[in-house]
């Protein structure tokens, strides 16, 4: 069964620092891996999607890193605001088709 | 270009009641997918649809259906509504060409509550 995990489940952080969000997933034979943000009661907002053949994606103070191998994805937040405060959704792509298998996310709070 | 949008916003039914959800897709995409989010969890993989035809299916009970229209909208249909069924439902489309499928975008979802 093709599962995605995230640890932790939640996150409170002070403003400023610096912190990564985990993703595993039990299939490493996946097309492509994509890190979501989804404000309460929202949709879901695309951050960063890697393809298989990535092992990285870069946007603003956002890096995300993909490790198929050991079935690892890390999303690392530099410098983090108050605004940066949401949930955090993992998901995996594994054949081309868009048909997305997610994590139960990380719900990030940053306080200031 | 307008975004995915999803109506209504909020809708609360019984239980045994038959619901319909609506998804209007992003201008130039064919292709829209359904998902369920329940409190606390990440979304679920309900089903696809691509030039009006079910395309994949999680796994989801046949009391979950849709509909994709020639204008590429869709409907998400439920019957005989259950107290797990209240959940944030998810819509988001696509543009496949050539058998190539582009990045999906997602609509601010239909918050769904069976009393």
């Known amino acids: 069964k093709q599962e995605v995990t995230q640890i932790p489940a939640a996150l409170s952080v002070p403003e400023g620092e610096n912190l990564v969000l985990n993703c595993s997933f039990t299939d490493s034979a996946i097309y492509n891996l994509q890190w979501f943000r989804q404000d309460p009661g929202k949709g879901l907002t695309s951050l960063l999607l890697?393809?298989?053949?990535?092992r990285e994606q870069t946007s603003g103070r956002l890096n995300a890193s993909l490790d198929k191998s050991s079935g690892r994805s890390t999303l690392y937040i530099a410098a983090s605001q108050p605004g940066d405060s949401a949930t955090y959704l993992c998901?995996?792509?594994?054949?081309?088709?868009?048909?997305?298998?997610f994590g139960g996310g990380t719900r990030l709070m940053v306080k200031p | 270009e307008t975004g995915v949008t999803q109506s209504p916003t909020h809708l609360i039914k019984t239980r045994g009641q038959q619901v319909t959800l609506r998804c209007s897709s992003q201008?130039?995409?064919?292709?829209v997918s359904w998902y369920q989010q329940a409190l606390g969890q990440g979304p679920q993989f309900i089903f696809q649809?691509?030039?009006?035809?079910?395309?994949g299916r999680g796994n989801f009970p046949p009391r979950f259906s849709g509909l994709q229209f020639p204008n590429y909208s869709s409907e998400l249909n439920v019957n005989a509504l259950e107290l797990d069924d209240s959940a944030l439902y998810l819509c988001?489309?696509?543009?496949?060409?050539?058998?190539?499928?582009?990045?999906?975008?997602f609509g601010p979802g239909t918050r769904l509550t069976v009393l």
């Open positions: 201008s130039g995409h064919n292709t």
């Open positions: 649809y691509y030039r009006e035809e079910e395309n």
């Open positions: 890697i393809q298989s053949s990535q």
């Open positions: 988001a489309s696509s543009a496949r060409l050539a058998g190539a499928y582009n990045e999906q975008f």
């Open positions: 998901a995996v792509e594994y054949n081309a088709g868009n048909m997305l298998t």
